[in-house]
Structures are given as structure tokens and as C-alpha cells.
């Protein structure tokens, strides 16, 4: 394929892959790898990267990979070109090799594709309080809009679903941090001030956190952690001006591909729109609370995202690290077979 601009396929896909990095993830896991051979862009999961407890039927990595995949749809467009994807997983033989992205020739970029690759630059979950200033219902209805676009549902929930909502969130919270297996599996992706790791969460903005090394083990070790924890998210929620549920007509893989498309559109549309969100999936990582979540929200389908969404009362002081793209990216030469 030629490029007109005079750069190479594989120099606009990797620059896509360059933005697709940049997606969220559970924990700040990253597990995705890429391939690019001429003009495609394979996407694979990094199967070491699966949080075995936390996310045991890989819902939340298939969704984190669904995220990456919209940025790089993102930036083959900002970059002028078509995309066309192909969705690999809808034949069950090769479960870890998720979509191929192919470039469809030459198109003008619009003005929300150059915006939404500079909120894709600037993006991040913000784990903190938020203003206590209204999120407009047109803004929301946006954020419906990109949702439907990728094939999955948001629903701004009522004050008494939020209520029952954070009652939910300090429940789950207080169920998974006195498992065990699961502080030992979060204590794996907190990272302490000064590390030279590029994946997990910086431990000072997480809620419990601080910049002193030691401070982790502190908190992780602390009989109290799971009631002050559940409690300060249960407020947390009250507080926050919008609550979204994303959802899906299916619960397949597939959906959960689609899901993280329609979150990262999502986020994108808030980043423009001034506005931070924070995830509140611990209600959707025990099966039973998310049984719940769909009873209370009934017309989102399946549930599959949980978003608080507001104003940032504080600026993120410690932007969660992105590897490298040469640990995620492998370059083919030649034509594909």
C-alpha cells in the first residue's frame, strides 16, 4: 500500500500502536502485544498479564485490550487514513489473537478525530475526589452516543440507584480486601514512589496511598484497610456528580472487545469535555454484586463498566507509567501470507 504523506504503513501503524498504549487498563496491567506486518496491525493478548484472581474469566484484559484498540483506530484516522477491523475472536480458535486492523486508504481527518487524539494524549484516571459541580445531562448523552457508536449502552444512573450503588461498592470493597489472595494479587500491581517499573498503579494516588515505600506493605498488612477503604469509595460515590453504567446485549467476548471500544470513547469524550472519571469495578469483579448492579440498572443489559465522573478537585501528581513499545510491539517484514 502507498502512502501519499510520503511514510510508510508501517510507520502510521506505529504510530498507532504508539497510541494505543496509551489506553487504560485493569491495574495498569498492559496486556496487549502487537504485530505489524505491511499495512495490518494484529492485536494480541499478553496472557502473562492476566489478573488470575481479580479477573478470573479475563473479561476486564479483553476489555483493557478493547481500549487500546479504539486509540489506535483514533490515531489511523488523526493520521488520515481509513481503518478496518476484524474482529478475531468470533470463531474461538485463536483466543489470545483479539482483532486485525487493516488500512483502508487515504480520508481527511475530522475536527473530533484531531481532538480526540489530543485528549488521548493528555487522559487519565483520576482516582481522587471531584468538584462538587453538576456534569450537564447533554454531556452524558454525548458519552451515550460514542458508547452506542461501538455497540454497547450507557446509562446515567438515578440518585436512589447511586445510593444502592455505593452501598454495593463499599461491600465489594470490604469482601475483596479480606481475601487473601487478593491483596496479594493488588499488592503485585502497586508500585511505590521511585520505582523504575512502567506498569501498575503509582501507589500514591490510590486512595490508601502514600509516596513512602514502605507505606504498601503498611496498608495491605492493616486489619483495617477493607472497612476505611469500602467506606471512603462509598462516599466517594455519593459525592460524585455523574455515575455511568456501560453495558452490553451479550456477555461473549466479543462484547467485552466492544465494551472496551465504547469505554474508551467514552473517556476520550469526558477528557474533551474538561472532565475526569475513576472506574468502580469492584462491583463487577464478584459475580453476585454484579447480578445486583444489572437488577438496580435494568436497561443496560449486561454490566460491564461502573464510571464516576466529574470535575478533578486536584491534578494527577503521579500518572500511571506506559512500557515501552518495543516490550509490546513486534515489527514483520514482507507480506503477509
Given at each position: 500500500m502507498?502512502?501519499p504523506?510520503?511514510?510508510?504503513?508501517?510507520e502510521?501503524?506505529?504510530?498507532?500502536?504508539?497510541?494505543?498504549?496509551?489506553?487504560?487498563s485493569?491495574?495498569n496491567?498492559?496486556?496487549?502485544?502487537?504485530?505489524?506486518?505491511?499495512?495490518?496491525?494484529?492485536?494480541?493478548?499478553?496472557?502473562?498479564?492476566h489478573?488470575?484472581?481479580?479477573?478470573p474469566a479475563r473479561?476486564?484484559l479483553?476489555q483493557?485490550?478493547?481500549?487500546?484498540?479504539?486509540?489506535?483506530?483514533?490515531?489511523?484516522?488523526a493520521?488520515?487514513?481509513?481503518?478496518e477491523?476484524?474482529?478475531?475472536?468470533?470463531?474461538?480458535?485463536?483466543?489470545?489473537?483479539?482483532?486485525?486492523?487493516?488500512?483502508?486508504g487515504m480520508?481527511?481527518?475530522?475536527d473530533?478525530?484531531?481532538?480526540?487524539?489530543?485528549?488521548l494524549a493528555?487522559?487519565?484516571?483520576?482516582r481522587?475526589?471531584?468538584?462538587a459541580?453538576?456534569?450537564?445531562?447533554?454531556?452524558t448523552?454525548?458519552?451515550?452516543?460514542d458508547?452506542e457508536?461501538?455497540g454497547a449502552?450507557?446509562v446515567?444512573?438515578?440518585p436512589?440507584q447511586?445510593l444502592a450503588?455505593?452501598?454495593?461498592?463499599?461491600?465489594?470493597?470490604r469482601?475483596?480486601?479480606d481475601?487473601?489472595?487478593?491483596?496479594?494479587e493488588?499488592?503485585?500491581?502497586?508500585?511505590?514512589?521511585?520505582?523504575?517499573?512502567?506498569?501498575g498503579?503509582?501507589?500514591?494516588?490510590?486512595?490508601?496511598g502514600?509516596?513512602?515505600?514502605?507505606?504498601?506493605?503498611?496498608?495491605?498488612?492493616?486489619?483495617h484497610?477493607a472497612?476505611?477503604?469500602?467506606q471512603?469509595?462509598?462516599e466517594?460515590t455519593?459525592?460524585?456528580?455523574?455515575?455511568?453504567?456501560?453495558?452490553?446485549?451479550?456477555?461473549?467476548?466479543t462484547?467485552?472487545?466492544?465494551?472496551?471500544?465504547?469505554?474508551?470513547?467514552?473517556?476520550?469524550?469526558?477528557?474533551?469535555l474538561?472532565?475526569?472519571?475513576?472506574?468502580?469495578?469492584?462491583?463487577?469483579?464478584i459475580?453476585?454484586?454484579?447480578?445486583?448492579i444489572?437488577?438496580?440498572?435494568?436497561d443496560?443489559g449486561y454490566?460491564?463498566?461502573?464510571?464516576?465522573?466529574?470535575?478533578?478537585?486536584?491534578?494527577?501528581?503521579?500518572p500511571?507509567?506506559?512500557?515501552?513499545?518495543?516490550?509490546?510491539l513486534?515489527?514483520v517484514?514482507?507480506?503477509?501470507?
Open positions: 502507498q502512502v504523506t510520503g511514510r510508510s504503513p508501517e502510521v501503524l506505529r504510530d498507532a500502536v504508539a497510541a494505543a498504549v496509551k489506553a487504560p485493569s491495574h496491567t498492559q496486556p496487549w502485544k502487537f504485530r505489524i506486518s505491511n499495512d495490518v496491525l494484529d492485536l494480541f493478548v499478553d496472557d502473562a498479564r489478573l488470575r484472581v481479580i479477573d473479561r476486564q479483553v483493557s485490550c478493547g481500549c487500546a484498540l479504539y486509540n489506535a483506530r483514533v490515531a489511523v484516522r493520521q488520515g487514513f481509513h481503518d477491523v476484524t474482529v478475531m475472536l468470533v470463531d474461538g480458535q485463536h483466543p489470545d489473537h483479539l482483532a486485525t486492523l487493516h488500512l483502508r480520508n481527511v481527518p475530522s473530533d478525530d484531531r481532538e480526540r487524539m489530543k485528549a493528555i487522559r487519565h484516571t483520576n481522587r475526589e471531584f468538584l459541580r453538576p456534569v450537564a445531562a447533554e454531556h448523552d454525548a458519552m451515550a452516543a458508547a457508536r461501538e449502552k450507557l446515567r444512573i438515578l436512589d447511586k450503588i455505593a452501598h454495593l461498592v463499599d461491600h465489594a470493597d469482601l475483596q480486601l481475601d487473601r489472595a487478593f491483596r496479594d493488588l499488592g503485585r500491581w502497586l508500585v511505590p514512589s521511585g520505582s523504575l517499573r512502567r506498569d498503579i503509582p501507589f500514591a494516588e490510590k486512595e490508601f502514600s509516596p513512602w515505600p514502605l507505606a504498601k506493605l503498611r496498608a495491605l498488612r492493616s486489619p484497610l472497612s476505611a477503604f469500602g471512603l469509595e462509598e466517594r455519593l459525592a460524585s456528580p455523574a455515575i455511568v453504567v456501560i453495558g452490553t446485549a451479550k456477555d461473549e467476548a462484547d467485552w472487545l466492544a465494551c472496551g471500544q465504547a469505554l474508551e470513547a467514552v473517556l476520550l469524550r469526558a477528557t474533551m474538561g472532565l475526569s472519571a475513576s472506574f468502580l469495578n469492584q462491583v463487577l469483579e459475580p453476585d454484586l454484579r447480578r445486583r444489572g437488577e438496580i440498572v435494568t443496560v454490566p460491564q463498566m461502573v464510571l464516576r465522573i466529574g470535575a478533578a478537585a486536584s491534578p494527577i501528581r503521579h500511571a507509567p506506559r512500557r515501552h513499545l518495543e516490550e509490546v513486534e515489527i517484514a514482507g507480506r503477509r501470507a
